[in-house]
């Protein structure tokens, strides 16, 4: 069966379709439509560890649980072991989040060069440091995951490398996105290293899959190809929360509804209010301005919509642009 549960460590989740840890994205807004939509599983945003220990409110708000999540991870990045694992237990303290997983595949420079995100693979050596440090701080309490790239450029590969670190400091998954720090997110993911990497840890851990997945098939494609426990939507999700229910129909039934252009609308005014609870109108209104564009990626008449969209400033401004496309298809 494609669709099914997935155990890490002491955690049993019922299905296999997650939400990926998305920067400036997967706030708890973001992730409470994913849930509603048929995300099985949630990671937060990226928290840093450092401002997290300093006890920036900002931060700490980032790690807020969904009123409907069931379960839900809060993903920290840092570079060193003292600070992440002053961080770890923050996250114990403040949350009752199931899981923390480590960022140790961000390409973002300014994250780089702190020793954190994709750094940490290129050092298997910092990465089991940092890692031994976020699993001895938690004592058991809750699983602790790992994230890791393929490597830091074509001449530098270190998955293998970073995964045994992983393996070595306790951790209870381990989710590969198989693509290089020097890639970005431009070409293609080499879905053969999630392979190696499943065969690997085969009997140990689970593997969940990243990269290049912005439909229900490649999410089917990566699982057969690669043999993965879970597959995680990132880019994918964004304005298309929906790709949670067209995956799980696909695993179950071999076809899936297409979500119509109403429900889309609407999904994204839900997100919007959700928004405005949590931040307030007017920086809701502004963050909305590109969740809206992405809400509206291949409607009729698209492009010109977001012309507008990226000028809106309140809920009404929304609703007067976005009236004449609730029933286009």
């Not at 001895?136 to 490597?151: A, Q």
């Amino acid at each position: 069966m494609l669709y099914h549960g997935v155990k890490i460590g002491s955690l049993e989740l019922t299905g296999n379709i997650f939400l990926a840890p998305v920067a400036g994205y997967s706030d708890r807004a973001f992730r409470t439509v994913c849930i509603e939509h048929g995300a099985a599983f949630t990671y937060t945003e990226m928290v840093s560890a450092e401002a997290l220990v300093r006890g920036n409110n900002k931060t700490a708000a980032l790690m807020n649980r969904a009123e409907n999540e069931k379960s839900y991870a809060v993903q920290i990045f840092g570079g060193e072991s003292e600070v992440m694992a002053k961080a770890a237990r923050i996250v114990l303290e403040q949350t009752n989040c199931e899981c923390i997983d480590i960022n140790g595949g961000c390409p973002v420079p300014k994250i780089i060069k702190t020793g954190a995100g994709s750094a940490l693979t290129r050092d298997p050596e910092r990465l089991y440091t940092v890692t031994k440090a976020v699993v001895d701080s938690v004592e058991g309490k809750i699983p602790v995951t790992v994230k890791i790239r393929s490597g830091w450029d074509d001449a530098t590969i270190t998955w293998k490398e970073a995964a045994d670190a992983a393996l070595s400091a306790g951790v209870s998954a381990i989710t590969i996105h198989p693509r290089t720090r020097a890639q970005g997110y431009e070409g293609k993911a080499d879905w053969t290293i999630m392979k190696e990497l499943v065969t690997r840890v085969a009997g140990r851990v689970p593997v969940f899959g990243s990269g290049d997945l912005f439909t229900p098939e490649d999410a089917r494609a990566m699982i057969e190809q690669t043999g993965c426990s879970a597959v995680m939507f990132a880019r994918g999700a964004m304005g298309n929360p929906f790709i949670f229910t067209e995956t799980k129909q696909l695993f179950e039934t071999g076809v899936y509804d297409i979500i119509k252009t109403e429900e889309r609308i609407r999904t994204g005014f839900r997100e919007l209010s959700l928004l405005i609870n949590d931040i307030g109108e007017e920086y809701a209104c502004r963050e909305m301005r590109k969740r809206f564009c992405a809400y509206t990626k291949g409607l009729k008449g698209g492009a010109e919509i977001r012309l507008q969209l990226v000028h809106a400033a309140t809920p009404a401004e929304y609703h007067t642009i976005l009236n004449t496309v609730q029933y286009c298809s």
